[in-house]
């Protein structure tokens, strides 16, 4: 089975940066993704690591570490609309490709 | 809009019911991926389906059923419903069964009563 473990809310200022850390313990491991969800709407693809290291992509970036069951989505120069919720999600081996855990996910809160 | 469509976008019905949730997948998408989230269990997994074929078991209930279609399209069958059915329902679709790139529907919304 996986476990996936984020943090519930977190607050922050326009402006600044915020680290959402994810922590899974898997029975494979076939890829790491962050999705955003804003409320009531469909959660949308923000990034994907497999191997271990960065991906950057504009303001977002993410981390992943395979030997310890971690990864991070760093948030930069915050808006108003990044207000949302945070998805952290594990594939799972390779005999089951399709098979998505999802953790609770992490509200964000940017203030002005 | 990520191209995937879902009907209804919400649903009303009563317990002991049974209702047909329907997803389009993109264009060319050819990997249907449903999921359900309640406000207690965030989301999960339910089925995905690979080219009509079923590819992955999730969290799925005995009530539940799914299937795809030769056109692509998918639908999930909800029976004998419960009050705790309650929930979004999101469809997604990827290109190819390992593509790590989902795009989900707008969801419906399921109200059991």
């Known amino acids: 089975g996986q476990n996936i473990d984020q943090p519930t809310e977190m607050t922050a200022t326009e402006g600044a940066i915020v680290q959402i850390n994810c922590t899974y313990q898997?029975?494979?491991?076939?890829?790491l993704f962050w999705y955003q969800q804003h409320a009531g709407e469909a959660p949308t693809f923000l990034s994907y690591?497999?191997?271990?290291g960065l991906e950057e992509k504009g303001r977002f970036s993410s981390f992943l570490s395979r030997s310890k069951g971690y990864s991070y989505l760093l948030l930069k120069e915050l808006q108003m609309k990044d207000s949302a919720s945070y998805l952290c999600?594990?594939?799972?081996?390779?005999?089951?490709?399709?098979?998505?855990?999802f953790g609770a996910g992490t509200q964000v809160v940017v203030t002005p | 809009d990520s191209g995937v469509t879902q009907t209804p976008k919400h649903l009303i019905t009563a317990t002991g019911q049974r209702v047909t949730l329907r997803c389009s997948p993109r264009?060319?998408?050819?990997?249907v991926y449903w999921y359900q989230q309640s406000l207690d269990q965030g989301l999960q997994f339910l089925i995905q389906?690979?080219?009509?074929?079923?590819?992955a078991k999730g969290n799925i209930l005995e009530r539940f059923s799914a299937q795809q279609f030769p056109d692509l399209h998918s639908e999930l069958n909800l029976s004998s419903l419960e009050l705790g059915d309650s929930a979004l329902y999101f469809c997604?679709?990827?290109?190819?069964?390992?593509?790590?790139?989902?795009?989900f529907g707008p969801g419906t919304r399921l109200t059991v009563t």
């Open positions: 997604a679709s990827s290109q190819r069964q390992g593509s790590y790139e989902q795009y």
């Open positions: 898997t029975s494979g491991f076939n890829g």
């Open positions: 690591n497999v191997l271990d």
């Open positions: 999600a594990v594939r799972g081996a390779t005999d089951s490709w399709g098979k998505f855990q």
């Open positions: 264009s060319g998408d050819l990997s």
């Open positions: 389906y690979y080219n009509g074929e079923e590819r």
